[in-house]
């Protein structure tokens, strides 16, 4: 009944909506209401040690589940969350932001209250003037009659275009009645200009026809606009090799037999690297050309040679089709290749080209790990045995640092996950990562990568994953200090106080951790995960702060390259 509804209520149905369960946060005086509010909804309100550990949970629970939620108190608690929002804008993800706020006569009076930053009507609204530029859609509440349509319009805005949005609720607004929600079509989409899509969808089945070496190129937004059983119906439709963008892992199941690995310029394998840059046609599919996805721009994909298809549109050659959008275009090219290559059964085009056999990057698996006892752990063989290690339940988590770059040459299995800010890069996003993702799939099991240096950064999470009775298995590798910036550029700043890790869990009230040195002692801790599957394992692995992955290896060679070029 209309009469029943405030604003708290209506804020909180229009979450659940979205597909969210668990709302993340840490609690404040200017968001108390709102809070007893989710407390009293379906939702379930998770606390966190910190905003920002709230804010990269959402993060990682909406790369899972499609969207996140986070909930935090005025201004010490927006701004301490503004960088996990930061990064969910920048790789596309959509979390929705929710800050309680001063009550509406209290901000026109411009009252000097606690958390505020001064009394001027500026200084009241530069919280949602800040989030404007590191959201789709920014807004403070104002008033009973408006504030329905200004979240439906801040749910819609974040489901569509798969960014983190903010609503500042003013805290007077909660218990204000207001109208009941009208039913919200969440899953519209915008159309493709049918012209558009026809044109780029015959130039590139044109393009990919004639071509002797294509190779395809999966990436990130395949997975944030849902697309992956269109993207592997597509794959098995053509004999190409596929390889990833680093932010697109696991787009596609790497079991697939025309999965050849992460590309990624430089810092590729080898083989990875020629297929792609030799090839006389790319079908990049979703992947985002930055920097790091990229090897540090040291990627050879001539524009003349590639199809780049995108969120909203795509590129041939030096050209662009707006308004294309890629689950459109993936479908049009599958239509369009199948129609091509009936036609061409009589004729030799498209089939009676000369295919080289493709390298699986499945074959890996083929080797056997044969464990030496009294070896000292390197990162190769250390890799080497986690290939071996991962199962059809594991999701991946690997932190920005030598460990991402490490974790790109493990091969995911069937439904496997990997979750990575491979394009931000803030470090520490992985352990509040974990919480998301353990909530957000509780069947599954986080397997985790995290250097000592991002561990430093936002440790203090893994209490509520022990709270939560999650069971991820967590690696942390200390190697020392921020190795991969040794590797770019040395300096004491790379250097950190070396704690003993391992102790952590039992000091935020779970079993004490392991540490291992030697092939033989990461074997017991192997053992001990595969026992031990309702609680966190964590086992901290000593490594020589020299040793680091062949990626990070290749990719200081290119830079000292580089340097000497420049
Ligand atoms: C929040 C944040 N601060 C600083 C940086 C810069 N940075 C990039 S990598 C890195 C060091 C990572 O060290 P560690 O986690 O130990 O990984 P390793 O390379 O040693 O395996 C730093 C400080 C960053 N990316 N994010
Ligand atoms: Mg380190």
């Known amino acids: 009944m209309a009469g029943e509804w405030t604003i708290g209520k209506y804020l909180t149905e229009r979450v659940r909506e979205t597909g969210v369960r668990h709302v993340f946060g840490v609690p404040g005086d200017y968001v108390l209401g709102l809070m007893d509010e989710i407390v009293e909804s379906p939702l379930e309100l998770v606390g966190t040690c910190n905003e920002l550990n709230a804010g990269y949970a959402a993060d990682a629970y909406a790369r899972m589940n499609g969207v996140g939620a986070v909930c935090v108190t005025y201004a010490v608690g927006g701004f301490s969350l503004l960088n996990a929002i930061a990064g969910a804008f920048a790789e596309r993800v959509s979390v929705i932001a929710i800050c309680g706020g001063p009550n509406r006569e209290d901000a026109d009076e411009h009252r000097l209250l606690h958390h505020t930053l001064g009394d001027s009507a500026g200084h009241y609204g530069v919280q949602v003037d800040v989030y404007r530029h590191v959201t789709q859609h920014a807004i403070g509440l104002s008033s009973p009659e408006e504030a329905p349509d200004q979240i439906d319009e801040a749910i819609l805005a974040c489901v569509r275009h798969r960014r983190p949005v903010f609503i500042e609720v003013p805290a007077d607004l909660v218990t204000a009645p207001c109208r009941e929600p009208a039913p919200l079509d969440l899953d519209a989409r915008p159309e493709s200009d049918p012209d558009a899509l026809a044109e780029a969808v015959a130039e590139a089945v044109e393009l990919l026809s004639n071509a002797e070496r294509p190779v395809m190129l999966g990436g990130v937004e395949v997975h944030r606009f849902g697309l992956r059983g269109q993207l592997e119906e597509l794959l098995d439709q053509v004999d190409y090799p596929m390889a990833t ?47 790091i996805n990229l090897g540090i721009y040291t990627a050879k994909i001539d524009t003349g040679r590639l199809i780049h298809a995108s969120a909203e549109r795509v590129r041939i050659k030096r050209h662009y089709f707006d308004e294309v959008y890629l689950g459109d275009f993936i479908r049009g090219l599958g239509e369009g290749l199948a129609a091509r290559k009936a036609a061409a059964v009589e004729t030799v085009s498209a089939e009676g080209r000369d295919v080289p056999p493709i390298q699986s990057a499945v074959t890996s698996l083929a080797e056997r790990f044969e464990v030496r006892p009294d070896d000292a752990i390197t990162i190769k063989r250390f890799y080497e045995r986690m290939n071996h290690f991962l199962d059809n339940e594991s999701i991946v988590l690997a932190d920005a640092g030598d460990s991402f770059l490490c974790a790109g040459d493990l091969i995911m299995h069937e439904g496997v996950g990997f979750i990575c800010q491979a394009f931000y890069c803030s470090i520490g996003f992985t352990i509040p990562a974990t919480l998301g993702v353990g909530l957000a799939a509780r069947e599954r099991r986080p397997v985790v990568f995290v250097g000592d240096g991002a561990f430093q950064m936002t440790a203090q999470e893994l209490s509520t994953i022990i709270r939560q009775g999650l069971s991820p298995v967590v690696f942390l590798m200390n190697n020392r200090g921020y190795t991969i910036e040794r590797v770019i550029h040395d300096g004491p700043y790379n250097d950190i106080q070396n704690w003993k890790y391992h102790r952590l869990p039992e000091v935020f009230g779970g079993s004490a951790g392991c540490e291992v ?43 000292a390259e580089h340097r000497a070029l420049s």
């Open 517 to 559: 040195r030697t092939e033989g002692e990461l074997e017991a801790a192997l053992e001990r995960a595969q026992g031990e599957r309702d609680e966190l394992v964590f086992i901290e692995v000593h490594v020589d702060p020299e040793d680091c992955s062949s990626a990070l290896k290749r990719l200081g060679r290119a830079l």
């Open 245 to 291: 963008a680093l932010m697109g892992k696991s787009v596609i199941r790497e079991t697939h037999p025309q999965y050849i690995g992460v590309y990624s310029g430089a810092l590729s394998e080898d083989y990875v690297r020629r297929t792609v840059e030799d090839a006389d046609c790319v079908l990049a599919l979703g992947a985002w050309m930055s920097d």
